[in-house]
């Protein structure tokens, strides 16, 4: 399940996002404390653009990871489509959550966006996430050289996407992945 942060969730969004063990060795910490998250939900998200979403367990509804997705381009005259992301919490790994939770946004973006591509991008090297994208019936498109810098050094990644007529319906997505 799928719920949108709201600014009572800026204390785990700190924690987790400031612990290097939740990041693993593919992101970034980028400590935020409380009040700057605090400030940063304070402000509704523009659903066209951006949003964040905890994934929550079915039953009890215990927080296992963000989901998330924004629009990576400065230019939207010239370019268009949205970048989804996933994090999921060490306890919760290799469970396939971040898969479904993937799957629920993607359905939730084409359905409710006039959006006509969405894209992901993944650390080379870091195979987990290829290979939900794999599932998530996006293709490999490239490889961005040298585009992030990860820990100090630049690092490559690979551009993943799903396109509309990739996706076709709601129902049919969810059930054929």
């Known amino acids: ?60 509804g215990e927080p296992m990871g963000l989901v998330g997705y924004f629009n990576p381009f400065t230019r939207t005259d010239l370019f268009q489509g949205l970048e989804i992301w996933a994090q999921v919490h060490p306890r919760f790994r290799q469970r396939r959550i971040a898969v479904t939770a993937c799957r629920l946004l993607i ?3 084409f359905s409710t966006l006039p959006v006509e591509r969405i ?18 019936g996006m293709q490999r498109e490239g490889i961005c050289r040298s585009i992030t810098l990860l820990n100090g050094r630049y690092a490559d990644m690979y551009l993943y996407s799903i396109l509309r007529s990739d996706w076709r319906s709601e129902a049919e997505y969810l059930q054929a992945r």
């Open 1 to 60: 399940m799928l719920k949108s942060v709201v600014r009572e969730d800026s204390q785990l969004l700190a924690d987790w996002l400031g612990d290097p063990d939740f990041a693993g060795s593919f992101l970034n910490v980028w400590p935020v404390s409380r009040e700057q998250w605090e400030g940063m939900l304070s402000h509704p998200w523009d659903a066209r653009t951006d949003g964040m979403f905890l994934i929550l367990a079915s039953e009890g």
């Open 119 to 136: 894209q992901a991008t993944v650390t080379v090297g870091n195979d987990a996430p290829c290979h939900v994208a794999h599932l998530l």
């Open 107 to 109: 359905s939730r973006l």
